[in-house]
């Protein structure tokens, strides 16, 4: 009797579950994409096959599979599975889990293999307490994490495991998951259809995430009355847009999406290209970065990447800066995209940078150099010894003809403008200059 309440338990649990899980693949070969990480020629598929699983951290997107991989694990293994919160989990939960998984092995010889889910969500004390167990394989670690290991895993729980990393699935494999749900007994059986654009939609929607597209899909069907296998109902645009109307892209502040896209953003308009630097600023605004951070970097991109071929263009970011501050998103998205396109269309000139870090590295570097004795500070004993100091105001133009560096140099050891705005112009105006007192 035990036994068959609890499977009814187990089958009403089922029915009750989200279309995403009902659908979770139950082998390697129902799993959607993945191909190079688990196809069957793949390290994963062989050692699934052969249930000699070693530890291992699967990296990817939402919804591309690793949780489905665990439990796919789970059903292929003889070895003992089990799961433990990286949320919810504490070291003493480990411990607990470790202590068994090392007594079932020394009485049974079953293996036990851990599951942990967002694995980077653990703190370095949390890993630790897995390191020993994971080196003398009194576990076998399935980690799962959506950040990049390499940096959110110790090295030493790094260097013992095998990371498999998952892509984004295709618009081709989000289109075999929702017809596949469409049709399963698992899923709605028949009991729908869908039009072609809302196909399309859900594929879009979906940006690559398959637990995305199914909870899309079981949203919209949620508002059609369900039909028959012989009459389906109609799952058309209007549902799929009512069900899901907006959108939202990757974007995890201070993690590997925040650098990607502050990255693809200062490229943009280093490389004068008006539009990606603002589908780029679009995305940090979207996803909730401070706009003062985006504001910052666009500061640094106006000396670093413009320079003095346009010194507005600082001027235009630092006041895109105190907007931000004082204004706030929304309305400050516009002063914000004011100065990237700035930046971009500016004449660009990186002489600043590449002079300063020249500077520094001498100074690092070379000898101690004397200051001319003309130029040091006159206020102390002994100053009227001092070679003469030219003043530039009392001569035709304000310039006169002097050494101010160091000796051992020569003008254009540092700075090397380039031939664009305002840098070029006052070059040119220079040479003029110098070429008429001479």
């Known amino acids: 009797m035990e036994n068959l309440l609890s499977g009814l338990a187990e089958e009403y649990k089922c029915e009750n579950a989200p279309l995403a899980v009902r659908m979770r693949p139950r082998t390697l070969d129902e799993l959607v994409g993945q191909q190079q990480a688990a196809g069957p020629d793949s390290w994963l598929a062989r050692v699934i096959a052969n249930d000699t699983l070693t530890s291992v951290i699967l990296f990817g997107p939402a919804g591309t599979g690793k949780t489905s991989i665990a439990h796919i694990i789970a059903e292929s293994t003889q070895a003992a599975f089990v799961e433990v919160s990286a949320v919810a989990g504490s070291v003493a939960d480990l411990r607990r889990e470790i202590k068994s998984a090392d007594e079932r092995l020394g009485m049974t010889g079953q293996r036990t293999i851990l599951f942990v889910d967002e694995i980077h969500r653990f703190n370095r004390s949390q890993q630790d307490a897995l390191l020993h167990a994971v080196e003398d394989r009194t576990v076998v670690l399935v980690g799962a994490t959506t950040e990049n290991p390499f940096f959110e895993v110790n090295t030493a729980l790094l260097s013992r495991s095998r990371v498999v990393e998952l892509q984004p699935l295709s618009d081709e494999d989000i289109g075999v998951l929702v017809d596949r749900a469409l049709l399963d007994e698992r899923g709605f059986d028949g009991a729908y259809r869908l039009a072609e654009d809302a196909r399309d939609q859900i594929q879009l929607l ?233």
């Open 206 to 438: 979906s940006g690559g995430d398959g637990r995305g597209a199914l909870t899309t899909l079981e949203l919209a069907a949620a508002l059609v009355k369900p039909g028959t296998p012989e009459d389906p109902a109609l799952i058309d645009l209007e549902s799929v847009n009512t069900a899901t109307p907006y959108r939202v892209l990757p974007y995890d502040k201070g993690k590997d999406m925040h650098y990607d896209v502050i990255s693809a953003f200062i490229k943009s308009m280093r490389g004068s290209d008006p539009d990606a630097a603002l589908y780029w600023l679009a995305r940090m605004i979207d996803g909730g970065e401070d706009p003062k951070f985006i504001a910052r970097r666009i500061m640094i991109a106006a000396s670093e990447d413009v320079g003095n071929a346009d010194p507005q263009a600082l001027l235009v970011a630092h006041a895109a800066f105190k907007a931000a501050e004082a204004i706030g998103l929304p309305e400050c998205r516009i002063n914000l995209a004011q100065a990237a396109i700035y930046n971009a269309l500016a004449p660009k000139s990186n002489a600043a940078e590449a002079g300063i870090d020249a500077a520094l590295a001498e100074v690092r570097n070379g000898p101690v150099r004397e200051v001319p004795s003309y130029l040091r500070d006159r206020h102390r004993p002994g100053s009227d010894q001092y070679g003469d100091y030219k003043y530039p105001h009392d001569y035709p133009g304000g310039r006169v003809d002097q050494r101010y560096l160091p000796e051992g140099f020569e003008p254009g050891c540092f700075f090397h403008p380039t031939e664009r705005g305002w840098e070029a112009y006052r070059q040119e105006t220079t040479r003029r200059d110098r070429s008429s007192r001479g």
